[in-house]
């Protein structure tokens, strides 16, 4: 476990480089991209689907996502892009791949439609979470408003 969690920290701070994100962001960058794994991987390990794990985990990064361009005054996307790294199913797309190449159509269907499925989970994690925070947002405002008259 703590192998595969300083493992996607590297991975999420290094795409961070590649993104030429602020060097002072780098470590929060990664540690995004780390904790969103862990709750992946706790998630999965309890017995959870994989895309639902990954919808709570993308849900996570984009919290912490906004919670880190609030402090640290950086856009969001420079921690989302690279905290969302360790969950994208490259392997999983790649094997897909190679089985429509080795005529294994029937796994390869079932590759490709998980991989499929974890990259939608993905944006709905991502995506529902900016909502919320639109949500509150506006509730804020709202009550801003009324305060004021």
Known sequence: MIEQLITSFIAAAGFAVIFNAPKNALIQ??????????????????????????????????????????????PIIIFTVSGIIPLVPGGLAYD??????????NMAIQ????????????ALGLVFSEIINQVIRKSRWKKSQVRSN
């Open 29 to 74: 960058c990664g540690l995004v991209g780390m904790l969103g794994w862990l709750v992946y991987t706790i998630s999965t390990i309890n017995g959870v689907d994989a895309v639902v794990a990954t919808v709570a985990a993308s849900i996570l990064i984009a919290v912490l996502s906004q919670l880190c361009a609030k402090i640290f005054k950086t």
């Open 96 to 105: 897909a791949m190679r089985n429509f190449v080795e005529n294994d159509y």
């Open 111 to 122: 590759l490709a439609a998980k991989a499929f499925l974890i990259s939608g989970a993905i």
